[in-house]
């Protein structure tokens, strides 16, 4: 009888309670049918779950702490050399709220390199390490004690040993369980290993435990950069029926390389507070390519509808064709809004996902979105060939947006993410190049296939979606 009111209680209760605290009326909805449908659990996920961003106070010092690193960096990211840099009319706006949200503008002269394959990473990235005279930074979510993990530390380890400064920061639920293994054996070699965002339920630091560190990031010498999706993880890391995992990163030569280097010294700053001064950190930008690249950090300490408001503009400045590549697809109602009026004023809008990621839960409310994209005229394809955990969206083969970021609630608010939007024709031809073949290695499905699927998947489906809001 107790336990029976208690739950009434919490029902009637938490109306208000999530209607004040929550901006958006569907994750409301989401969270009202939580709590209705098992109400002490779904509270006890609402105290640990219960808002997009980090705790206020925690919040406040970020911000605080972000300004004042901005004071104390910002000569650093003077380059007027290399910005003013023209763009196609359409894409001015995109440019303009870019730089509103992540407070870093369009420079130009970049060399891109699209790396798609993850050995060729690895085997880059090892070698710029080996090279360095300086120091290597290295940001990423994963970073797994395996074969992958175990080459990196040890050209780390290779590089500390000749006077080279090197500092890893790992966030500390992609990266658990390296801290105590090759973390430790890093650091006996003299690399710096740090992790990100503590998720100590007891310490409460955040407001969401899964608030995490998303980013994929790596700067050597101040001179090369490279940024995209890939993990310091072997490709078969993860679930075994999802298959190998396909990634996407770009390295990078030029003046955009400061704008890395400022996002991992904000990000060390934040987690072990020693603020990174040495000038030989921002080497002078010199000339090395032809491409206009704008980096925009993304995360709950920045405007919440920020990255979203972005990822419409784009969408909404498509004049033939946009590509959208992603492990997860939950679009909110206003990029399904952005998507559907592309295809209604004739432009081509394919989706390209796994046929089976690594979450059975984001594959099913993936499938209600992939159904909803099909009756509004986009083309939806299946991935056939592993784990497609590329992050893209190509344009007109002007436009492309390569990051970390998914296409994803958990990415609009909760994680901090790292894209870049890069305006360049031969990088946006080969990434183009890129989709095409995840295509052919994709089974596309028609609506009429669509439809005919088992009643009991459709059902699933629906179901799923509505708390797709929390996912």
Known sequence: MIWSLGGWVIRLGMIPVIGMRQENPSTCLAWLAVIFL??????????????????????SRRIKRHKNFHLTNSSYLTTPNFEGCQVNPD??????????????????????????????????????????????????????????????????????????????????????????????????????????????????????????????????????????????????????????????MTRVQGPTVRQLQSVFVEDWFYETQEMLEDPDIYPPSISEGTAAVQVVPTGPDR??????????????????????????????????????????????????????????????????????????????????????????????????IVGSANFDIRSFYLNMELVSIVFDQQFSYELSMLVEDYKKNSFTAGLAWWSRRPVYKRMTEGVVKIFSPLL
Not at 40 to 56: D, K
Not at 363 to 384: E, I, K, P, R, T
């Open 38 to 59: 098992m109400p002490w659990p779904g509270l006890i996920l609402y105290l640990l779950l219960e808002e997009h961003g980090l705790s206020r106070p925690r919040l």
């Open 303 to 400: 405007p919440t509808y920020g990255f979203q408001d972005l990822l419409i503009q784009a969408i909404n400045s498509a004049q033939r064709k946009v590509s959208v590549v992603s492990p997860y697809f939950i679009p909110n109602e206003g990029l399904i809004t952005a998507l559907r009026l592309a295809s209604a004023r004739g432009v081509q809008v394919d989706i390209i996902v796994p046929d089976r990621s690594d979450h059975l839960l984001v594959d099913q409310a993936s499938a209600y979105y992939c159904g909803v994209v099909l009756n509004n005229g986009g083309n939806v394809h299946l991935f056939q060939d592993g784990m497609l955990h590329a992050k893209i969206i190509a344009m007109d083969h002007s436009l492309a």
């Open 91 to 248: 894409h001015q706006t995109l440019v303009h709220l870019a730089e509103k949200h992540g407070g870093l503008p369009l420079l130009g002269s970049n060399r891109m390199k699209l790396i798609a394959d993850t050995q060729e990473f690895i085997d880059s990235l090892t070698a710029d390490i080996l090279r360095s005279r300086h120091h290597v930074h290295l940001l990423f979510y994963i970073f797994r004690d395996d074969f992958t993990g175990q080459r990196v530390a040890r050209a780390l380890a290779e590089a500390a040993g000749r006077g080279v400064t090197c500092r890893v920061l790992a966030d500390a639920v992609g990266s658990a369980g390296m801290f105590s293994g090759l973390g430790r054996w890093m650091q006996d070699h003299a690399v710096q290993v740090h992790s990100a965002l503590p998720a100590n339920p007891l310490r409460m630091r955040l407001a969401r435990l899964d608030i995490r560190n998303h980013r994929k990031l790596a700067v050597i010498d101040g001179q090369v950069g490279y940024t995209g999706s890939q993990n310091i993880v072997d490709p078969e890391f993860g679930h075994k029926k999802a298959g190998q995992w396909h990634d996407v």
